[in-house]
């Protein structure tokens, strides 16, 4: 019989969407992709990463291309990453290209 992980010992999951403004270029778009994925490795707390973008035949991703998904060992991981410099360097890169975001975190069951 399988139990569900408890938030103690499950991992905590930031997952976030990016919609990026029309006049976005690619290469500006590349960038952020490349800093996502650099920003991951800056912070020890980080302790998976992932990303994509949108293959979905549905159409229904209202716009968002990107999905980052970054796993923490716990809700402390989060709260160290989301303050942290390299985190706020990234961010501040980042609104200028942006549209929208959606940011779902979840503890893993």
């Not at 992709?33 to 549905?58: C, H, M, Q, R």
């Not at 716009?63 to 706020?88: R, S």
Request: net charge negative; proline share 4%; with cysteine.
């Amino acid at each position: 019989m399988i139990s569900s992980a408890s938030a103690a010992d499950a991992p905590y999951r930031h997952v976030v969407l990016f919609k990026f403004k029309d006049e976005a270029t690619a290469e500006q778009v590349q960038g952020i992709e490349k800093a996502f994925g650099e920003l991951a490795k800056k912070i020890d707390t980080v302790k998976g990463y992932e990303w994509g973008t949108n293959v979905s035949p549905e159409g229904l991703n209202d716009g968002f291309t990107h999905c980052f998904f970054v796993t923490f060992a716990d809700k402390d991981g989060l709260n160290v990453y989301l303050p942290h410099a390299e985190h706020q360097a990234f961010v501040a890169k980042l609104k200028p290209l942006l549209d929208k975001v959606c940011v779902v975190d979840y503890v893993a069951k």
